[in-house]
């Protein structure tokens, strides 16, 4: 008895987590809100200034279009709305000058919702960064589990970004099938990944997609292991996804080997027509660029 008088004493000396972490009753707490401390003023709520977003979160930001400049028309299957819902800039509202551009990589497996959307931005004062976002895109008015970051990219990452503009998937069709010279039905695609890619260029926007067979990926291995080798690294729910990183070697060979057979990827039949293929950028209207310090 003395034993157990002695416990209960000693119970009573420490005080529960549900009692001592309680707000106190004179200190309202806002509905939905999970911190103690009083509700903000309402009108500050409007009318207090709110930080900026980082240099990596918009790099093109603070631009305006020329008076007769039209908006990017990009015809990936990403709307403006679609841009917002991922946490983006719209690619449409992007004002891109000389020696910029940027490069968009969607991942979207066949057999899942978790989906993945890359930006790759070079700069015209040679910087260049890397926006990467991941989530389910299904089953909700939103992205769930949305996650994803805003980094500047390493040294070097500007011109090896610059040099995929050349790259010949962009003057390939929108859509492909593989054509091994056999005269086999085109397969049917039920399974795999389909990767949406963009180049964007001052007053021009190319998009191509390729899916499910490993020969139509390998066309364009080189610029989705720059793209996703950028973005790994950065935010580990993101990496997970990814589990052999940015390698697309077998896809590469698998594309060689088709074209050293005497195959081809042909225009898939429906597709959607490409825009002419790049020329020179239009002229620009304003006057000799900035200095980068004072505008980005």
């Known amino acids: 008895m003395v034993r157990l008088a002695a416990t209960i004493f000693c119970l009573a000396l420490i005080p529960f987590p549900a009692f001592a972490q309680a707000p106190s009753p004179s200190t309202p707490q806002p509905p939905g809100l999970d911190w103690p401390w009083p509700a903000p003023d309402p009108r500050s709520w409007w009318d207090d200034k709110r930080p900026t977003p ?9 631009r305006r279009p020329g008076r007769n400049a039209p908006p990017l028309a990009v015809s990936n299957g990403y709307d403006p709305l679609l841009y917002r819902l991922w946490g983006l800039q719209p690619l449409q509202n992007q004002v891109l000058r000389a020696g910029e551009l940027i490069i968009e990589v969607a991942v979207r497996p066949a057999t899942s919702a978790r989906q993945t959307l890359i930006r790759a931005t070079v700069r015209r004062d040679g910087k260049a960064f890397v926006q990467a976002r ?4 299904c089953c909700e008015p939103g992205i769930a589990r949305r ?3 805003d980094a500047e990219a ?13 790259d010949p998937l962009w003057s390939a069709p929108r859509e492909v099938r593989v054509d091994d010279g056999s005269g ?19 007053g021009q926007v190319r998009s191509v997609r390729r899916a499910c067979d490993t020969a139509e990926i390998g066309q364009a291995a080189d610029v989705l292991e720059t793209v996703l080798g950028l973005a790994l690294g950065h935010e ?8 052999t990183g940015a390698d697309y070697s077998a896809a590469r060979s698998a594309y060689r080997a088709l074209v050293a057979e005497g195959g081809r990827l042909k225009a898939a039949p429906y597709a959607r027509a490409q825009p002419p293929v790049f020329s020179e950028p239009p002229p620009e209207e304003e006057a000799a660029p900035p200095s980068p310090s004072a505008e980005r």
Do not use: K, M, N, W
């Open 147 to 149: 996650v994803g970051f």
């Open 54 to 62: 980082d240099e990596a979160a918009d790099p093109l930001g603070g």
């Open 236 to 243: 580990p729910r993101i990496d997970v996804i990814y589990p």
């Open 134 to 137: 991941a989530g389910l895109g």
């Open 184 to 202: 086999a039905a085109d397969a049917l695609c039920v399974d795999g990944t389909s990767y949406d890619l963009t180049l964007a260029l001052p």
């Open 154 to 166: 390493p040294e070097g990452a500007a011109a090896r970004l610059s040099a995929l503009a050349q």
